[in-house]
Structures are given as structure tokens and as C-alpha cells.
């Protein structure tokens, strides 16, 4: 596919042709390893998450987002009080001030741990006061500075090895490192050069690289978004690349997932991602693209079941997002679920969710595992939330659907060289949870102008159900592009996401509406060194009349579903009328309701309440639901809105909830609440 990759240089070589060392803060280091060391063994942290633990980035190897707390209820939520800020913004903000990464909790450290910047600092915080015990980050190099997605880091890996504390993180430029939990030391011994720091690079696949400039842009991206995950003693890592739709060339690299012993370092194995020939699934990549297609990564959190030695990667589209002429074919493993035994590496089972993907209907959100009922027989169950707005729920131990699903046809589509599936899987249950395809009755109708607006936009446009394809400016038609619904941020995504309650078998999935349009141009008007037939410059959008949104609300909410039956349980909207819509002056006069925020919720659910921030757009407030009828029990004020994944973890006593914070003008930080003391 590729000439042989250039051998693997010696960390120590990298360092001496970069600007600068390793940076390491020091806070009691001395003081801090004699602990670790007389500390006693566990297991892995998946094994022995504790009830006030939150040990992953979705607080467990299922990626519950559930914890049993119970210290914060209904009676005592609106006295919470913010107990300190930490911010995240000092360690290289972006000019959005986004901010993906939430923190864990260990108690055997007695520390948060979490990543910060666009070197994905990573910070050990004191989780009474804030306080920053130690920093560590990756010595300035060209390697991160051209990296994709420096700033999409999401958690950072834990495990006890001999005794010892480990923090694992992927880093920009595309390493793993291993530092010691209580003083942020590489460990010494881990990895090939015995130093803490493994070049995943080499491992990735046959691809040329420099150790010091890493890949040619001509070969591909290869970054990480999702953290590492160490399960049964093996570090399992996700990689991904640039983002599908700034794509201008047919190769890639593909995004294989790695595997490492949590105690040495050494290589386990790596899952190719594409299928090589004599490989599962090989032949669903036609005329030969799988030699050149790259991507497939997962960018989104993996998952594992440690008693069933499975860990869950998903996936998302080759390249690229919206055009799959040069890829012909099915396109294994692309948006799919793939259980790997963790052991050997060897699939376990798959289900791909979008076949020949077109409409960057990537898998944004980590699998969730829990136990459900079903007419009476106890299932080990996995359940993926999407865009496409439906819930994909299998056995987790055998990959049988818990429901059925149909093949239903899908439109085709007539741009040149592109050729579809014919059908697409939709599952029988449970239903829909947000808004798919776009017709004119969805379209805003507060007024009668308004709705004529509307219609007027989407004649410019071909609308169609669910599945419905990019297409090409047809001047004649007058047709500028395609709407689809679900778009690139609609449906369900990784700022908001689900959370399960595995006492109740509930799931809660935040949504919004949210269509795409992109507009498919030539490669080369796109850029002119492109060598693919067309390509995009983004996802592409379609605002509505007057700078309303185009369709109906809710505009976001949260649904409550009951994964022993499949039903949907109730929805709320995520929060009040946004105030752009409120205020508007063409709805003066006008009741709209509760709209809800235009932005994806960010719940957790506790053994008391749902808890859920408003998302990136919303308010700065966070609320809590009863769990079963979705009755607001109320509301406390943020410095800023919630940008991710929340967590919430118990400390010397005292339970405490973690919001990262950024957007709207408010720089990134984290942001830690609790009941008064002595309360």
C-alpha cells in the first residue's frame, strides 16, 4: 500500500531535535511515590470502581454516566454552591473556547485527573479545593503543533500496576504516555525505549513517517480524540484523523486500534480497521479501495465488558464524508460497532449501523452498557446512541439485535460515479427520538409568513425522508444542495449525549434538530491539489426565515426511554426558550412554548436524579428531573454554560459535582459544586 515505514527512532532523538524537554510540576513528589508505594495492589480499575468513583471518561468501562450518590436529592439540589473553579484556559485555549475533557476520580489516589489545552496538558487537582498538585505535558515538537484534533482530548486511562498508580494519555502528534498517578513522572520501563512514551506512529500501520515531522500530508492524519481505556490489564487505543468533510484526498491512513500491556509497554496487537485482503469484510471494499481509503476512526469514547473480555470501538465513514465514488462498496468496519476480545484482538462480533456512509453519520457517542428484561429473560445489553436519532441496541455478548430490525430501500443518488446501498438497518425499537428527514410540515409555522419563508428556502433545495443523499448544484433545477436530516450535528453527539440508569434499565438521550446541506463541488474547486471527483468546505448548513431556525420546535430535549420494553417514557425540552427566539421581534405578541435550547443537554443520572446542563448554546444553569415522570425539581446557577460530558464523585464524604464550562464568551474551565459544609 505503502513503502515500509521509516524505523521507529529513540524517544531521547526527539527530544534532542525539538525546542524544549519534558515539563513536569513537582508537589510533594517525594512524599507522594512513598505513598504509592505503600499503598496495596488492585485490580483494574474497570474491576474495582468504587460507588464514589468516576474511573472513566462515562464514570465505568460500560460508559454509564450512572453513579449510586445519593448525598445530592431532590430535597438539597438548589443549595449546591460552586466550591471552586479551575481554569482550563491557562494551559492554551482555542478561539472558541472549546472545552471536551472530563475529568475521573480515583480514590485511591485522592485526586481528579484530567486533560486541559491544545498540548492536552494533563493536570492531577485536588478534589476539596482545586488546587493543581502536578501538570505534565509533551515537550514542544512539530508533531503536535500539525496535529488534527489537538484540542479534542477527552479523558485520560488509569491502572494499578506493581503497586502503583498509572496515568495513561494519548497525546497531539500521536503518543501514549504513562505517568506515574501521584507525581506525574513517565514511568520509567514502559514502552520500547523504557522511558514512558510509546510512538504510536510506528505502530499504527505501514505508512512512511518522519519521528521528528511525522506523516506527509500526502500520506494521511493520524491523531486521537477519544482517550485510552485499560481493561483486564490492556491499554486499548482509539485513533482517528482530520476531519471527513475538509477531506480533498482519497488516501488516508486508517485509524486501527492498538493495543498495549498496562504494566510494560509491548505491543498486544492492532485491529485493522479497513479489512486487509485474506480479512474479514475485505471483499465490502470494491475495486481495490481499500489499499488507499484511510479514516474510520473512533473518534468517539470505546467501551468493555471486563468479565466478558470484549472492549467496543465505533466508528465513523472513510474517506470522505460525503462523497464514496472512490470507495465503492459497503465499506467494513465503517460506522459500526466492533466487539474485540480485548486478549487477542480478534473480532468478536460487529454491526455496521450505515452502510457506504454519505452524510457523516459517524458514531459520535461511546456504547452504554447495561442489564435489561426482556418478557421476563435478563439480557446483557449495549446501546448506541446516533445522529440518525435511533437507538441500536444488541446483546452485547453475541451482537443479536434485542429488537429486530428491517432493511428498508433509501433514496439513491444521481451524483456522478456515487453508488449507495440500497437499504439502510432501522431498528423496530424503540422508535425515533428526534426529527428525521425534513417535509414542509416541519417547517417553523408561528405565522403564516414565517412558514411561506420556508418554504421559500427549501425550494432551493431537494428535502426528502431520512437517508436522503448530497447532491450536486443543478442550475436547471435550480436545486443549490441537498437537505438531510439528521445533519452533522443533529440527532444525538458527543457535546450532550445519554446516559443509562442501571437500576431502572432507563435510558436518557439528549437531541436536537439539526439539519445539514453540503454543498458537493469538484476536488479541484475545493483545492486544486485534490484527486477526488468532489469534496465540501464543511458540513454545510441551511438557516431559516429571518434568523429563525427552519423547522418546528423543540429545538432540543431529553427523552426518557425504557430499555426493557423498547417504549419511550416521556421527553422534556433541554431548558427554556433560547432568548434569539424569545425576544425576536416577528414573534412579538406570540406564545411559543418551550422551545428548548438549541444545543445538546449534558446529562449524568444519579441513584436520586437526572442531572443535566444546558450544552454549548444553552444556559449557564444545570437542572434536576425526576428520573420517572421528567418533572424539573430544580435549577442552580454556572459561571458559564456546560460544554461536555459532566461527572460526580464522592470525596472524604462529601459528594461533588464536575461541570467543564466554556463557550459563549466564557473561557474554559471546570467548574466543582457541593452542598454547604456541614449540611
Known amino acids: 500500500m505503502f513503502p515500509a515505514r521509516i524505523p521507529n527512532p529513540s524517544f531521547a532523538s526527539i527530544l534532542r531535535r525539538g525546542r524544549s524537554g519534558l515539563r513536569t510540576l513537582l508537589v510533594g513528589a517525594a512524599a507522594g511515590l512513598t505513598l504509592a508505594l505503600l499503598l496495596p495492589d488492585a485490580t483494574s480499575a474497570q474491576d474495582r470502581t468504587g460507588p464514589g468513583e468516576w474511573a472513566t471518561w462515562g464514570g465505568d ?71 493543581t498538585v502536578w501538570l505534565w505535558r509533551m515537550p514542544d515538537n512539530p508533531r503536535w503543533a500539525k ?82 481505556l485499560v481493561v483486564n490489564g490492556v491499554i486499548v487505543v482509539p485513533s482517528t484523523g482530520q476531519q471527513g468533510y475538509y477531506q480533498v484526498y482519497k488516501e488516508n491512513i486508517a485509524s486501527n486500534i492498538l493495543a498495549y500491556d498496562a504494566a510494560t509497554g509491548e505491543k498486544l496487537w492492532r485491529f485493522n480497521i479497513i479489512p486487509q485482503p485474506g480479512e474479514y469484510g475485505n471483499d465490502s471494499w470494491e475495486d481495490g479501495s481499500w489499499e488507499y481509503t484511510g479514516n474510520l476512526g473512533s473518534w468517539a469514547p470505546i467501551s468493555a465488558d471486563p468479565e466478558l473480555g470484549l472492549v467496543y470501538i465505533v466508528t465513523k465513514a472513510g474517506t470522505n464524508d460525503y462523497y464514496g465514488g472512490h470507495r465503492p462498496g459497503d465499506g467494513l468496519f465503517g460506522n459500526s460497532i466492533v466487539a474485540i476480545d480485548v486478549a487477542t484482538g480478534e473480532r468478536a462480533w460487529h454491526y455496521q449501523l450505515v ?24 439480557i446483557p445489553a449495549i446501546l448506541q446512541t446516533t445522529k440518525q436519532s435511533f437507538v441500536y441496541a444488541f446483546n452485547r ?58 418554504r421559500e428556502i427549501i425550494s432551493n433545495f431537494r428535502i426528502g425522508p431520512l437517508f436522503n443523499p448530497p447532491a450536486v448544484e443543478n442550475e436547471e433545477e435550480g436545486i443549490v444542495a441537498s437537505i438531510h436530516c439528521p445533519g452533522a450535528n443533529g440527532g444525538t453527539n458527543i457535546p450532550g449525549g445519554s446516559a443509562v440508569d442501571p437500576e431502572t434499565g432507563i435510558l436518557y438521550v439528549a437531541s436536537i434538530k439539526g439539519c445539514s446541506a453540503p454543498r458537493l463541488l469538484p476536488g479541484t474547486e475545493v483545492d486544486p491539489t485534490s484527486n477526488m471527483e468532489y469534496a465540501t468546505r464543511g458540513p454545510g448548513g441551511v438557516g431559516g426565515p429571518m434568523g429563525l431556525p427552519l423547522w418546528k420546535p423543540p429545538y432540543g430535549r431529553i427523552t426518557a426511554i425504557d430499555m426493557n420494553t423498547g417504549e419511550h417514557l416521556w421527553w422534556i425540552p433541554n431548558g427554556d426558550t433560547p432568548e434569539s427566539i424569545r425576544d425576536h421581534p416577528a414573534l412579538e405578541g406570540i406564545d411559543v412554548g418551550q422551545t428548548g435550547q438549541r444545543s445538546h443537554a449534558t446529562p449524568l443520572v444519579t441513584s436520586t436524579l437526572l442531572i443535566y446542563g444546558e450544552g454549548r448554546g444553552g444556559e449557564p444553569r444545570i437542572h434536576a428531573v425526576d428520573k420517572r415522570t421528567g418533572e424539573e425539581l430544580g435549577i442552580v446557577e454556572l459561571p ?9 464523585f464522592m470525596h472524604e464524604g462529601r459528594q461533588y459535582l464536575t461541570f467543564p464550562v466554556a463557550g459563549q464568551g466564557h473561557t474554559a474551565e471546570l467548574v466543582t459544586l457541593a452542598l454547604p459544609e456541614g449540611s
Open 147 to 228: 496535529s488534527e484534533r489537538q484540542n479534542y482530548g477527552k479523558s485520560v486511562g488509569y491502572e494499578v500496576v506493581d503497586g502503583r498508580g498509572v496515568i495513561y494519555v494519548l497525546t497531539p502528534g500521536f503518543w501514549l504516555a504513562a505517568l506515574d498517578a501521584q507525581t506525574g513522572l513517565p514511568v520509567q520501563g514502559f514502552g520500547p525505549e523504557g522511558n514512558g512514551i510509546i510512538d504510536l506512529m510506528a505502530d499504527i500501520g505501514d505508512y512512511p513517517y518522519d519521528p521528528v515531522t511525522g506523516h506527509d500530508p500526502e500520506v494521511g492524519h493520524i491523531t486521537t480524540s477519544a482517550g485510552p
Open 355 to 378: 452502510r457506504h456512509d454519505v452524510w457523516n453519520y459517524d458514531i459520535p457517542h461511546a456504547p452504554q452498557l447495561l442489564d435489561v428484561t426482556i418478557d421476563g429473560e435478563r
Open 640 to 648: 458559564g454554560p456546560t460544554s461536555t460530558a459532566p461527572m460526580t
Open 61 to 131: 468501562a460500560g460508559s454509564t454516566r450512572w453513579s449510586p450518590l445519593d448525598q445530592i436529592h431532590a430535597g438539597n439540589f438548589e443549595e449546591l454552591q460552586v466550591v471552586w473553579r479551575w481554569k482550563a484556559d491557562n494551559f492554551g485555549p482555542t478561539p472558541d473556547n472549546v472545552y471536551r475533557a472530563t475529568p475521573i476520580y480515583v480514590e485511591r489516589e485522592g485526586m481528579l485527573f484530567t486533560l486541559a489545552g491544545q498540548r492536552r496538558t494533563v493536570a492531577a487537582i485536588e478534589p476539596a479545593t482545586g488546587e
Open 397 to 454: 455478548e453475541t451482537g443479536e439485535p434485542l429488537w429486530p430490525f428491517e432493511y428498508r430501500e433509501v433514496p439513491q443518488s444521481d451524483v456522478p460515479g456515487e453508488q449507495l446501498s440500497p437499504v439502510q438497518p432501522f431498528p423496530t425499537k424503540p422508535a425515533a427520538y428526534e426529527m428525521q428527514g425534513l417535509s414542509e410540515d416541519d417547517l417553523i409555522d408561528f405565522t403564516p409568513e414565517l412558514n411561506e419563508l420556508a
